[in-house]
């Protein structure tokens, strides 16, 4: 770690040698004095933006920010509407053209009873077709303040309902679950982090700045919670929960339970960066300067390291999203009414199902997705996250 | 040495001691006890016990004492090795324990050596060829592999391998073995079974496994000594072996204290979805039916397994590192 980290980057002697800018940005003119002078988070972001893929995930997360804000925006069919009898329709596909024409349409599906199993059966009908509305009307939602029925894509006949990616066992909408599933499973996630970032740079923080006893028994706890297996923990935890909770309490608890093992990495990390920084010069000249405890860890400490706390923690969103995926899909997490990715894929859990309808796994590959997002993300941090290092 | 052995196996009583409380807290913990929902069961079938049968059943299981005499009892009880009643099954919780234990540790030590088998050659691999197909091939698996939830693996291969050969591959054992007795047979018939939950479990630890060992593999290679070999005319293969990846694997076994318990947790996972009667799904079952006794001896279980990991790894990197030894 580097040890003058951004204490004064002002003063850093060889700029160009220390960040390696891009070459046609080092020829620029005065890219020397623009690096010398840049501020830490600039510096990061320099960094930061040299990987593709990191980029490419930040632009992603931002969309992915907006379903988590309004879901129903990009929902077009209410999250719980059912008809049994447009139970399992598959995949509904999207297309753009028609007859050369741009025009937003999807393939007709046309369900006939096998008359041997009487099972449904769909089949794509060739000569019609749904038609699509871009920003079509469909149910009301609260925009803010504002009532509208405004959504992504509807179908264009009032009442006609489209599956996009297809249906499930009771004729739901998976594509609008899927929109409400990403905002449930990602906020759990997110909030989750933020409360074990929170937990981890307080305890790491006394832990690392008094020393001492203190020091010892947050290690010791620290340790103990290392050697806890995490998941049939969990599993009791989630278990312990009354059943007669409301969605959001369990919501609520589950984050809690998520964070309250989750915190011990972030928590060993800075107390170990507290411990190397604590005797700098810095440091001193501000308890000289007559600066209360709270405001050096605050003001001095905490942001020479923010950026790796940020980093940790991004990188700890999957393993969050994840615990939590499982333990609804076991049953113990999060359950109906709630939807995460987890109690979708309930739906797909045994193998005749999966055969018949496929699409039904696809609430997981879009947890895929967000996983690998988050930790491309955090990658790049983690390497952006120390623009002194080489 | 004998000194670090014996105190790291003196922290396992008062490890277990904290986890007892941890556990006994989490399985008195849901309002109701079995009875409650073993009423409800046999309401559901039809019968029904009154409120006197129910207390008397109470307190025939001691259900009715305070908490405290409750936890002394329990303990007091696993001490002597007694791990008390399923009310559930009505078999003692250790044999129905112990019958299961066997293959929950053979899942996670199959895949702990096989992640190991494939996490150190496609490490070394991509060290030595930084930049190469094969590395950017390692890479994106290992990304993938990280990404991709044990559970949801395995409903994809269990997928795959019904739609495309039409194998059902669920269960531990093949019918004819289901109830047997252990032997021979159905060892080798677990063996069968075992290899998809198997690689399920491995590919996530192994696709860490690799990350690290590329990385620490290419900090040593810039190293003045490998230029020093490389002088003395030393192949490129010999080098490679004999000084690096000995270094590089030594953090590698660090991780095996994390890696063991991950592998226990990650194996109830993937047994529930793949119904594997290992102690996972047991574990499920007790804990949705309030079971409590089996559900916390199992807990303790896990527990002591992912203690017994932990130790396991201080003491073989004591010993592939002489460093920590000596300290």
Not at chain 1, 313 to 340: C, D, H, K, Q, Y
Not at chain 2, 200 to 205: E, H, K, V
């Amino acid at each position: 770690m580097s040890e003058k980290n951004n204490s004064v980057p002002e003063e850093t002697k060889e700029p160009t040698a220390l960040v390696d800018l891009d070459l046609d940005e080092m020829i620029r003119s005065k890219s020397e004095e623009k690096v010398s002078v840049a501020s830490n988070w600039k510096l990061v972001w320099w960094r930061f933006r040299k990987n593709k893929l990191a980029v490419l995930s930040l632009i992603l997360l931002f969309f992915v920010l907006l379903i988590i804000m309004f879901p129903d925006f990009f929902a077009n069919q209410k999250s719980e509407e059912t008809n049994a009898r447009q139970a399992f329709v598959p995949i509904q596909k999207l297309h753009f053209f028609r007859d050369g024409k741009p025009d937003l349409w999807a393939d007709k599906m046309v369900g006939k009873r096998n008359p041997k199993t009487l099972a449904m059966e769909w089949v794509i009908d060739e000569e019609g077709y749904t038609d699509l509305k871009f920003l079509g009307k469909s149910f009301k939602w609260k925009f803010l303040f504002w009532e509208t029925n405004v959504h992504l894509i509807t179908s264009a006949n009032p009442g006609e309902r489209v599956f996009l990616l297809g249906s499930d066992r009771m004729g739901r909408d998976q594509y609008s679950r899927l929109m409400y599933a990403t905002r449930t499973s990602l906020t759990v996630g997110l909030v989750s982090v933020l409360l074990s970032v929170f937990l981890g740079v307080v305890l790491g923080g006394i832990s690392g700045y008094f020393g001492g006893a203190v020091d010892m028994v947050i290690q010791r706890l620290i340790e103990i919670l290392n050697s806890i297996p995490y998941v049939p923990i969990w599993m009791a935890m989630a278990a312990a929960l009354p059943r007669e909770w409301s969605a959001e309490q369990r919501f609520f608890a589950i984050t809690v339970i998520l964070s309250l093992l989750g915190w011990t990495t972030l928590g060993r990390e800075v107390r170990g960066k507290f411990m190397s920084i604590r005797e700098e010069d810095f440091v001193l000249a501000a308890e000289l300067i007559g600066c209360s405890k709270a405001r050096i860890i605050m003001k001095h400490m905490v942001p020479t390291f923010l950026s790796h706390i940020i980093a940790t923690g991004t990188l700890s969103i999957p393993a969050m999203i994840v615990n939590e995926t499982s333990l609804s899909f076991l049953g113990l997490g999060l359950r109906p009414p709630a939807i995460s990715y987890g109690v979708m894929l309930q739906e797909a859990q045994n193998v005749q199902t999966m055969a018949n309808a496929s699409w039904l796994m696809i609430p997981g590959l879009v947890l895929v997705i967000a996983v690998l997002m988050f930790n491309l993300i955090g990658d790049g941090l983690r390497d952006a996250a120390d623009p002194y290092s080489k | 040495m004998a000194s670090y052995i014996a105190k790291r196996i003196l922290v396992i009583p008062f490890l277990l001691f904290v986890f007892s409380i941890l556990i006994f807290v989490l399985i008195q913990a849901p309002p109701g006890d079995f009875m409650t929902t073993y009423s409800a069961i046999l309401a559901g079938s039809g019968s029904s016990l009154d409120a006197e049968q129910l207390d008397a059943m109470r307190v025939s299981y001691g259900l009715d004492q305070p908490l405290h005499i409750q936890y002394v009892r329990w303990i007091e009880k696993l001490l002597r090795g007694d791990m008390g009643l399923s009310l559930l099954y009505m078999l003692p919780n250790k044999q129905l324990i112990a019958e299961r234990l066997g293959p929950t540790v053979a899942l996670a030590l199959f895949s702990f050596i096989l992640s190991w088998l494939i996490a150190i050659p496609s490490g070394i691999y991509s060290a030595t060829h930084k930049n190469s197909f094969g590395d950017y091939f390692f890479m994106v698996l290992n990304y993938i592999g990280v990404a991709i939830p044990n559970f949801f693996l395995a409903l994809l291969l269990m997928w795959f391998f019904y739609v495309k050969f039409g194998w059902n591959l669920v269960g531990l054992f093949s019918p004819e073995f289901e109830a047997a007795p252990w032997s021979w047979a159905k060892f080798l018939d677990m063996l069968k079974h075992l290899w998809l939950p198997g690689i399920i479990l491995a590919l996530g630890g192994s696709a860490r496994l690799t990350r690290v060992m590329r990385a620490n593999l290419l900090d040593e290679m810039g190293k003045p000594y490998m230029v020093t070999g490389r002088a003395k005319g030393m192949s490129e293969w010999s080098l490679v072996m004999k000084y690096p990846v000995r270094l590089a694997i030594n953090p590698l076994v660090s991780t095996i204290g994390n890696y063991i318990p991950q592998l226990f947790s990650g194996s109830l996972i993937v047994a529930s979805v793949m119904n594997l009667q290992n102690i996972g799904p047991l574990l499920l079952q007790a804990l949705s039916m309030q079971d409590m006794y089996l559900s916390g001896s199992i807990l303790l279980v896990y527990c002591l397994l992912a203690i017994l990991g932990t130790i396991l790894s201080d003491l073989l990197l004591a010993w592939v590192d002489p460093r920590i030894r000596l300290e």
